[in-house]
């Protein structure tokens, strides 16, 4: 697909197959698009955007198609330059939700894909990354052009068609309500909050759970903390609320003032998203606050009218996808897709292997001098 590219401020590009691209798109389309689709994600919105600007680091790079036919198309799409030299373009960064294009009445078809694809793919970035809400990744899947790199995923989504009553009675298993039950019977203070509050209990079960990944995994304890100061969770969380307001709900819960656990979730229209959550292994575990936590967060959105729960990515045959599946949420496999002008994928890919055979040698030596 060519194109020809008249710079200005929301420039505009005319491709071959008469599509206009403009970028960054104009945030009235942008509104009008969100509210016309029905399967907007919270992390589709301008907002979501707005605030990978200003605290991420990144640059809107969101584009507008408009179809011959009259179709629009809005793909929220972020980017990193380093040294003026384009990094990456993403919609969206592993960790901060799914992409994918907005559309009136929310269905993309596969020649639509098709030109959306194209264009990512003649990005001038490094990598260009499209990942897609599971529930509609075939269809980007189908249309992915030769040379584009998949990598998959697992993820878990809840219906919640039917209402909370419905779906603790149908489609949790019994294992899940138990564990609610037992916990509704634990001295715990639990609390849905929006503020300050939610940060200073979530950084300090995520400082714990970060000694606790150190451990199981066999790292050097700062070696994962340096991980996570670059993740920067707790920050993420601290600089959101004031921003995304209302879309962002967490809960906590204490016993007898002793932080145990902490969930946060997105909501936007019909599609809530699991965001972050943390706990302290050995209280969680006494009380089942997490599972708690979690029908909590499962209940407000389908009281706040949400149809689909995305509970997020997991490693499969793990404990937190069996987790997830006790709440009724179904497996979804499905690919991202990227467009590398490097091997990069391939390159991590390798990293991480070296990475995991280090540590198993750890362990081995470990064990050995247990021994």
Excluded at 117 to 143: E, F, H, I, K, S
Excluded at 230 to 246: E, F, I, K, T
Excluded at 291 to 297: D, F, V
């Amino acid at each position: 697909m060519t194109t020809t590219t008249r710079h200005s401020k929301g420039s505009g590009q005319d491709t071959s197959d008469g599509v206009r691209v403009i970028s960054p798109a104009p945030r009235d389309v942008w509104r009008e698009l969100q509210s016309a689709d029905p399967d907007t994600l919270p992390t589709q919105t301008p907002e979501w955007t707005d605030w990978l600007c200003h605290t991420r680091g990144y640059g809107d790079a969101s584009r507008l198609y408009e179809f011959p036919d009259g179709c629009r198309l809005l793909l929220p799409l972020v980017a990193r330059t380093t040294a003026g030299v384009p990094v990456s373009e993403e919609s969206m960064p592993y960790g901060f939700g799914y992409g994918g294009p907005l559309v009136a009445g929310g269905q993309v078809t596969g020649a639509e894909a098709e030109v959306v694809l194209a264009d990512l793919a003649a990005r001038p970035a490094m990598r260009a990354t499209l990942a897609p809400d599971p529930l509609v990744a075939n269809t980007w899947d189908a249309a992915a052009p030769a040379g584009a790199v998949r990598v998959p995923f697992l993820c878990h989504v809840l219906d919640l068609e039917g209402g909370f009553d419905h779906v603790w009675a149908q489609r949790y298993r019994q294992d899940a309500r138990r564990k609610v039950r037992r916990a509704e019977k634990q001295p715990l203070d639990v609390r849905q909050v929006r503020d300050s509050s939610l940060v200073e209990t979530f950084a300090e079960l995520n400082r714990r759970s970060v000694d606790r990944w150190a451990r199981q995994g066999g790292r050097p304890r700062w070696l994962a903390h340096l991980v996570e100061r670059r993740r920067d969770r707790a920050g993420q969380l601290a600089s959101a609320l004031p921003v995304l307001g209302a879309t962002v709900t967490g809960w906590t819960a204490h016993l007898h003032g002793e932080p145990v656990a902490a969930y946060v979730a997105l909501q936007h229209g019909h599609q809530a998203w699991f965001w972050m959550s943390a706990m302290d292994q050995e209280l969680a575990g006494r009380t089942s606050a997490g599972a708690l936590l979690q029908s909590l967060a499962i209940e407000a959105a389908c009281r706040s009218g949400a149809l689909r729960f995305q509970l997020g990515e997991s490693d499969p045959g793990s404990g937190v996808a069996r987790f997830k599946a006790g709440f009724g949420a179904a497996p979804v496999r499905y690919h991202a897709l990227r467009f590398e002008r490097l091997p990069l994928t391939a390159t991590e890919h390798r990293l991480r292997s070296v990475l995991d055979r280090a540590v198993s040698l750890r362990h081995l030596r470990t064990a050995g001098r247990r021994r």
